[in-house]
């Protein structure tokens, strides 16, 4: 079946530091990527929408300048969590919609993002 | 906007036993899917099941099976024969059936299997 990878699955880092993540579809071309955040005991909160080629759409409340994104190629997309702080720390997964139409969305196994 | 609403933040079932899990959802949308993923504590995302709704046919996957309720905007999910591989966080979902199909989901309900 259609496999997201996402890169790294766990990070611990210092205050300040900017951490990148990357998401690929393996085996599919994906026009449309999406990042979450989760947080613990907590849903799927959508940050953002990343589409191959153009700017990523933001919800609201999401600071683009701090949550990088970048969807260069039809298989990656990343995000880069800049000057990261400990508030900042939460649990983030990337799904990937797959080109052709009638496709569901595939997730990444996700990240663990923890500022000390 | 669409709105998911999980009302059972836990639930429990003994083994080899049947489970219904709520959803209901609020869209002015007439076409859309419906989803239900599955997070064990690996807390990878893994689809369970979905719905066009169009179809008024329910989905149905080996133990898995929903009742889609158009009209009343209810969306359940009825695990059969419950196993103890099936512990986990259950999230509905909603995803508009244009625009950058991006998924709402609801609040999850944590399913514990009891042996």
């Known amino acids: 079946g259609a496999v997201v990878s996402q890169h790294p699955s766990r990070v611990i880092c210092k205050s300040g530091t900017s951490v990148k993540i990357e998401c690929r579809s393996l085996?599919?071309?994906?026009?449309?990527m999406f990042w979450y955040r989760q947080f613990p005991k907590q849903s799927l909160m959508l940050m953002a929408t990343?589409?191959?080629?153009?700017?990523?759409?933001?919800e609201q409340g999401v600071e683009k300048d701090k949550f990088l994104i970048n969807h260069a190629s039809l298989t990656l997309s990343t995000l880069t969590v800049t000057s990261a702080h400990p508030e900042d720390s939460s649990f983030y997964i990337c799904?990937?919609?797959?080109?052709?139409?009638?496709?569901?969305?595939?997730f990444g196994d996700g990240t663990r993002l923890s500022i000390l | 906007a669409q709105t998911v609403t999980q009302s059972q933040p836990e639930m429990s079932v003994q083994e080899a036993e049947t489970v219904t899990l709520s959803c209901t959802y609020d869209?002015?949308?007439?076409?859309?899917?419906l989803f239900w993923y599955k997070q064990p504590p690996s807390r990878q995302m893994i689809l369970v099941i979905r719905?066009?709704?169009?179809?008024?046919q329910n989905a149905t996957e080996n133990r898995f099976s929903v009742n889609f309720q158009k009209a009343a905007k209810s969306f359940s999910l009825k695990i059969s024969d419950s196993q103890l591989g099936d512990a986990a966080m259950y999230f509905c979902?909603?995803?508009?059936?244009?625009?950058?199909?991006?998924?709402?989901f609801g609040t999850g309900t944590r399913l514990t299997i009891i042996p």
């Open positions: 799904s990937a919609r797959d080109a052709r139409v009638g496709q569901p969305q595939h």
């Open positions: 085996d599919f071309q994906a026009t449309t």
């Open positions: 990343s589409n191959e080629g153009s700017k990523a759409t933001y």
């Open positions: 869209t002015s949308e007439s076409d859309y899917y």
């Open positions: 719905q066009e709704a169009y179809k008024q």
């Open positions: 979902a909603y995803r508009t059936d244009f625009g950058n199909e991006k998924l709402t």
